[in-house]
């Protein structure tokens, strides 16, 4: 069952500072982008959250208790500030095949909990020390190559033997370990189940966008931008925040004078959405993949200015294509008509580059910039350009 995030950071900042040691971890669960990670750093990057020493560690790739062993060793050494921790940990986590404390797996791959916490050796002794009186995260437990059993038992050293608070991340959907539940009973106090929540995610994003105006752009259609997030369903946060920032380098590219042009804007943040989140992340589950290329039509190969992506059957009964799929999500029964060429569009999702030049070059030929000019006139210091194809 979830609970709000506001709930669980009450709690967890009761647990972080109790004068009583709890003697248990807590875990924060949740599918993939739901924003775990976002949430438990900003804990750590708020002074007023606890006066421990915070420490993260993404433990995505550890192959061995050695590895880990020499993260935590480097991590909990460490003598920079407070602020540092985080980033120290989670440099410890990236260079922990390269670092070499010891000799061994100090836990020999046992299955039973006692005889993994008994097997503990003197580096984890001294990590352990060092780590007392901290705040320990330990990120993507399901992309962690370690059995489940060896990683809980080091965390259950720490927890039961010292003052360490432990807060364990992972999608527990995706945790393929026939020991996890068993050993979890153990080790983990209280588990919570963290849903996404783009509402307070992208008015963090936004706050992120360095352009200011672009952030002014992005916070004026914050309303579309997650409805667009709803029709998606796909509830992930870390594509989200991937598509606001990618978002804000095409606004900031823009001219002034479509940047004021209402209906232009909102159209491109509709198919740059679309485009991005379906054709260049492709999150969807289905079988059939869709890529950048997919947007151009049948018969649309080699003609460089194309202006509408679609997808149309006659044959009602048919199976819609994973395309089709994506206009009626969306609303688009009738396809696209996009605000600058397909291709510019497919060269913007594979290559990451906004040109300027061209695109506002495309945008004075847009249907939304022709229109609004043969109803109030030519943009000041907006001239029509053909852009040479």
Request: glycine residues 8%; contains cysteine.
């Amino acid at each position: 069952m979830s609970v709000g995030r506001s709930e669980v950071k009450k709690f967890l900042k009761n647990w972080a500072n109790t004068k009583s040691k709890p003697h248990f971890a807590v875990l924060i669960e949740g599918r993939w982008g739901c924003g775990k990670t976002h949430f438990v750093t900003k804990l750590l990057e708020d002074d007023s959250f606890t006066d421990r020493k915070p420490i993260y560690l993404s433990v995505f790739g550890v192959a061995d208790i050695q590895s880990l062993e020499s993260s935590l060793f480097y991590a909990s050494a460490s003598t920079v500030t407070k602020t540092l921790h985080k980033g120290v940990g989670l440099a410890g986590s990236v260079f922990s095949g390269a670092l070499t404390f010891g000799t061994g797996g100090i836990l020999g791959g046992t299955a039973n909990l006692n005889k993994v916490v008994d097997a503990a050796t003197a580096q984890l002794e001294r990590s352990a020390k060092n780590l007392d009186g901290a705040l320990l995260i330990l990120d993507d437990l399901e992309r962690c190559q370690i059995p489940m059993s060896e990683l809980l038992g080091v965390v259950n050293r720490l927890v039961e033997h010292g003052d360490t608070r432990v807060v364990l991340c992972a999608n527990t959907d995706n945790v393929n370990d026939d020991h996890f539940s068993a050993f979890k009973e153990k080790v983990v106090g209280h588990s919570f189940l963290l849903e996404s929540d783009p509402d307070s995610a992208l008015a963090s994003f936004n706050a992120e966008v360095e352009q200011p105006d672009a952030r002014e752009l992005l916070l004026k259609y914050q309303n579309d931008i997650l409805d667009l997030y709803g029709k998606s369903g796909f509830h992930n946060l870390r594509a989200l925040r991937q598509f606001v920032w990618q978002l804000a380098s095409i606004l900031e590219k823009m001219k002034e004078g479509y940047r004021q042009n209402d209906k232009l804007v909102q159209n491109l943040i509709i198919q740059f959405f679309i485009f991005f989140i379906e054709f260049k992340l492709d999150l969807s589950d289905e079988t059939s993949t869709l890529t950048p290329q997919d947007l151009l039509g049948k018969y649309d190969d080699g003609k460089d200015d194309v202006r509408h992506v679609y997808e149309f059957s006659f044959d009602k009964d048919k199976e819609p294509t994973p395309k089709e799929r994506v206009f009626r999500k969306y609303e688009q029964h009738n396809g696209i008509t996009t605000v600058v060429t397909v291709q510019q569009w497919i060269s913007i999702l594979t290559s990451g580059v906004v040109d300027g030049n061209r695109l506002n070059a495309e945008l004075a030929q847009s249907n939304e910039v022709c229109q609004s000019r043969s109803k109030m006139g030519q943009f000041p210091g907006v001239k029509l350009v053909s852009f040479p194809v």
